[in-house]
């Protein structure tokens, strides 16, 4: 059947593009910071502490959004969710700049950027859900999720090319354009039948709700990796261009740079970890466990390793087998509980656990790379893969096979 002729292949796509243009800007915007601070600590303005806090109200921000707005995505249209989301996100950005000079407005400005983004993706990721077919939603999961990494070397090239003011207005024009965007888009998709809000409804309905179902699809295991995964695939990227700088002996605008490749790399993990998944025959278990282990590998790869050009690499190795991980809780994970009637609802509770380690990760982090110093930090990274790798275990597997045994 040709692709044209396969009515859901194509729905499915028409909401993949959507959403992916939409990640990008937010991802855009969101890892705009990271990739400026070498540029905005050299003007004077702004100094590593003002920097961590800024970044921290934003996590905390965006992290609380996403467990508030995770909730209202289940009961309000996406499109009005996004729309309003990107808009407000465009305005914050615009402020911030302009508020720069006072770091009390330009903190709140840029904690409410936060907020403002974190009503887009668990809305999305139901919308997804609810209207494609479940080799469609893992499809288009997977492209966001691409997005999403993408969005690190875009704002890597925008804070080459431009002032970092610069790179704040260009990402305030992208989000409200992308605002307008999805409200015409959706409006026409609504209309065509390809978004369609009942689906959702009848399955609540044939199945009933509640959290006790989320407790036997690891709901607990799947929060603790959440945590893990959001301080490396967050905490650590934001840090990345000071790193390269500060540890590595980079100048600003090759750390910038350097930052971009190393997040072109890192874009890849998406494709990498389906690929993965599947040549282990679709085991999410054992994709998982592979990633944790190649990214604690790398990790100490790193620490033992002092060449800049091979650190970076494995650095983008370490954070590309992470986020692999992600890929995994957001692509396979989240949309598989659509007979919950709870996708929006768990992606956002994930999400603002991802999010409130990572808020608290990038203040210590901020702290103890002048404290302790960056080596023992990689060393700490390397452990919290460990750790997510024990975490991930298939432990009622293990218990079953010693009791099989001692019968």
Known sequence: MKLRENKSAMNAIYLGALSC????????????????????????????????????????????????????????????????????????????????????????????????????????????????????????????????????????????????????????????????????????????????????????????????????????KFTLIAMITGVIRTSVVFWMPTYFNQYLGFDPDQSALLFTIATLLISAAAFVAVFVYERLGSNMEKTILLMFAVAAVSFLLIFLIKQPIVNVFFMALAIMAANGVSTMMWSRYCPSLLDTGMVSSVTGFLDFVSYMAASFATNVFADAATTIGWGWLILIWAALMVAGLFVSLPYDAIIKRIKQKKN
């Open 21 to 220: 243009l939409s990640y990008l800007a937010v991802y855009f915007a969101r890892n705009i910071l990271g990739a400026v601070t070498p540029g905005m600590i050299e003007g004077g303005l702004f100094d590593e502490a003002l920097i961590g806090k800024l970044s921290s109200l934003y996590f905390i921000m965006y992290a609380v959004g996403q467990l508030i707005n995770g909730i209202i995505g289940d009961r309000v249209k996406a499109k009005y969710m996004m729309t309003l989301g990107l808009l407000f996100a465009g305005v914050s950005n615009f402020i911030f700049v302009n508020v720069s000079a006072t770091p009390t407005l330009a903190t709140l400005a840029y904690g409410f950027t936060g907020f403002s983004l974190s009503m887009i993706y668990a809305p999305m990721t139901r919308m997804i859900a609810e209207n494609t077919e479940t080799v469609y939603t893992t499809r288009c999961s997977v492209a966001y999720t691409f997005s999403s990494f993408f969005g690190s070397p875009v704002a890597g090239i925008a804070a080459a090319l431009l002032s970092w003011q610069g790179v704040f207005y260009s990402s305030s024009a992208a989000l409200v354009a992308m605002a307008i965007a999805v409200f015409l888009f959706a409006t026409i998709f609504e209309r065509r039948g390809i978004i369609r809000y009942d689906q959702q409804k009848k399955q609540e309905k044939q199945k009933g709700v509640g959290i006790k179902p989320l407790f036997k699809r690891q709901i607990v």
